[in-house]
């Protein structure tokens, strides 16, 4: 077994380490996955290299700014833009706020997606919107949220299953 996990390809997780409820969320998501097959990298520094190492990621992406991805994502979108990400895998969280921001709730989750399935990568972790209320977002599509859309601000209790389920369904889909 152990001869089997050194072979087996980590999965990149990135996320701002200095971002304050999706570095705490990082952490969490890192537990549940198993801090041995994952490998944690900030967002605020990552070069197109390091980027570009992993074939599964998970990519923390709070929404700012009424609807937008947060300053160091949005630096590091015209390098993705030169990428070629066909064969790869991103299962993206976001953290958002569905009282505060209820027309562009998780918006981040939707504009990072699009972004990487622009250049050819797939998504997994979709999830449902159920439970939530909310009037609009860009991470939104027929009921289901291209990622783990999580509210800290109004539904922290929900968060822990939250995240214990979509780990366990990553995983699968990574395989
Ligand atoms: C100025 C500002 C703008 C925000 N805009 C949105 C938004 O458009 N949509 C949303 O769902 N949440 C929005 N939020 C809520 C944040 O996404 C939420 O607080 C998140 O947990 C922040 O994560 P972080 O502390 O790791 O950056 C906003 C928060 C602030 C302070």
Redesign the pocket.
């Known amino acids: 077994m152990i001869f089997k996990n050194a072979m087996m390809e980590k999965v990149g997780i990135f996320f701002s380490f200095s971002?304050?409820?999706?570095?705490r969320i990082g952490e969490k998501i890192i537990d549940a996955f198993g801090s041995e097959s994952i490998e944690k990298v900030n967002a605020e520094s990552v070069t197109v290299k390091e980027f570009l190492k992993f074939k599964n990621y998970i990519v923390g992406v709070?929404?700012?700014?009424?609807?937008e991805l947060?300053l160091y994502w949005d630096e590091f979108v015209p390098a993705i833009k030169d990428m070629d990400l066909s064969g790869r895998k991103f299962a993206i969280y976001g953290?958002?706020?569905?009282k505060?921001?209820p027309e562009?709730?998780?918006?981040g989750v939707g504009l990072f997606a699009e972004l990487v399935t622009d250049q050819g990568a797939d998504i997994v972790g979709f999830t449902t919107s159920k439970g939530y209320e909310f009037e609009g977002s860009l991470a939104a599509k027929d009921g289901m949220f291209c990622g783990l859309c999580l509210d800290?601000?109004n539904q922290s209790k929900l968060s822990e299953k939250r995240i214990a389920d979509w780990v366990e369904q990553i995983k699968k889909e990574f395989s």
């Open positions: 971002s304050n409820k999706t570095a709070p929404t700012w700014f009424d609807g947060p953290l958002g706020d569905q505060g921001y562009n709730f998780n918006d800290q601000e």
